[in-house]
């Protein structure tokens, strides 16, 4: 069972910056993806970010240049770097993993850490 803590979340003011972890644990699998997420009030939970194995990364059009995810692989910890941050990136953000056992794929999902970005 992987259990995915997040941390990171907070209040920031128009312009400022914030980074996320998300530390992954209990996987006897190779995590092959992790990425962000985020869902503001009334709308749906949408991709922000994501980290494949070899390093590859996808990025929403609205954050890219603004946001940055790497991962430390030894600690199964992925991070998003968050700058430039706007009213609009004000969300609840999820942490997800993704997972194969043979062909079958599994995944799991944080809790949610709220990021609000106000004056």
């Known amino acids: 069972q992987v259990q995915l803590v997040e941390s990171g979340g907070g209040l920031v003011q128009p312009g400022g910056s914030l980074t996320l972890s998300c530390a992954a644990s209990?996987?006897?699998?190779?995590?092959?993806?992790m990425g962000w997420y985020r869902q503001a009030p009334g709308r749906q939970r949408d991709l922000v970010a994501a980290?494949?194995?070899?390093?590859?990364?996808n990025y929403a059009d609205s954050v890219k240049g603004r946001f940055t995810i790497s991962r430390d692989y030894a600690k199964n910890t992925v991070y998003l770097q968050m700058n430039s941050l706007k009213p609009e990136d004000t969300a609840v953000y999820y942490c997800?993993?993704?997972?194969?056992?043979?062909?079958?794929?599994?995944?799991?999902w944080g809790q949610g850490t709220q990021v609000t970005v106000s004056s």
């Open positions: 980290i494949g194995i070899g390093g590859s990364t």
């Open positions: 209990g996987s006897r699998y190779i995590i092959d993806t």
């Open positions: 997800r993993a993704d997972w194969r056992i043979a062909i079958n794929p599994y995944d799991a």
